[in-house]
C-alpha cells in the first residue's frame, strides 16, 4: 500500500495561486491513477481531478475546470495540483489517493489516501 504524502497548502488571497504536491516513496507509484480531492468544513469530501498512470489523461469537475491543472512526474513519484484563480469556496483539506483508473475526476478502487493538506483561500 502506497504512503501518501500531500504538501502545499497554505493561506492564498482571492484571485491567487497555489501548487499542491502528492509524494510517495512507493515503488508502485507509476500503476496507479492518482486523484486530488476536497472536504470543506460541514461538507462531503469531493473529487477535484484525476490523472491516470501515465499522465495521459486528465479529468476535472466542473468548479475546477480551466482553473486548475493536474500533472504528474513518475520518475519523482510525484503528482501536482496546480490552483489558479483561487476562490474563497475552493478552502479545504486536499487530500490525494491513488486507485486503478480514473473515472471521471475520481479514480475507482481507492488503496491509499494522504493525511491531506490545509488551502484557506482568504482575504
Known amino acids: 500500500q502506497l504512503q501518501l504524502v500531500e504538501s502545499g497548502g497554505g493561506l492564498v488571497q482571492p484571485g491567487g495561486s497555489l501548487t499542491l504536491s502528492c509524494g510517495t516513496s512507493g515503488s508502485t507509484f507509476r500503476v496507479h491513477a492518482i486523484g486530488w480531492f476536497r472536504q470543506a468544513p460541514g461538507k462531503e469530501r469531493e473529487g477535484v481531478s484525476c490523472i491516470s498512470r501515465a499522465g495521459g489523461s486528465t479529468n476535472y469537475a466542473d468548479s475546477v475546470k480551466d482553473r486548475f491543472t493536474i500533472s504528474r512526474d513518475n520518475a519523482k513519484n510525484s503528482v501536482y495540483l496546480q490552483m489558479n484563480s483561487l476562490k474563497p469556496e475552493d478552502g479545504g483539506i486536499y487530500y490525494c489517493?491513488?486507485?486503478?483508473?480514473?473515472?471521471?475526476?475520481?479514480?475507482?478502487?481507492?488503496?491509499?489516501w494522504g493525511q491531506g493538506t490545509q488551502v484557506t483561500v482568504s482575504s
Open positions: 489517493a491513488a486507485g486503478d483508473y480514473c473515472l471521471g475526476y475520481s479514480p475507482t478502487g481507492i488503496e491509499s
